[in-house]
């Protein structure tokens, strides 16, 4: 199939606004981006894309699951997954910070996070290789 890209980065945002953003800022990479409003859909992603390799999620979200509940359900069905969470709240109020690996304040700065995510996407295919 030319032109597919293997998803390895899935953002879940309630705000489409913020998940274009997203999409709009990835557009130009080697891998692809997966984003999605719904964490429960987005629980199905993960579990049907084993190429996934970073989750990045909002804290505040809809279907009664929040950032923290859904990144720990991310956790047991992928522990190897990246998780990090970019939201205004933070992880202050989480019972286990360790779901989260790394944290963005919103607004964003996208440099860093872009760095980030690369920079994490390539150390866990170089991990997966040796």
Request: glycine content about 6%; charged content about 25%.
């Amino acid at each position: 199939m030319e032109g597919f890209k293997e998803p390895r980065l899935l953002f879940v945002d309630d705000e489409s606004t913020m998940l274009r953003c997203y999409a709009r800022l990835y557009a130009g990479k080697e891998y692809g981006v997966l984003t999605c409003q719904d964490p429960v859909s987005a629980l199905e992603i993960i579990r049907q894309n084993s190429s996934l390799v970073v989750v990045v999620s909002d804290y505040q979200m809809g279907n009664g699951m929040n950032g923290e509940m859904f990144l720990n359900e991310v956790r047991n069905i992928r522990p190897d997954i990246i998780r990090m969470l970019a939201s205004t709240y933070g992880t202050a109020d989480f019972k286990d910070p360790s779901l989260v690996q790394f944290e963005f304040q919103k607004p964003v700065a996208t440099s860093l996070m872009m760095k980030i995510t690369d920079d994490s996407i390539q150390d866990y295919i170089d991990n997966k290789l040796k």
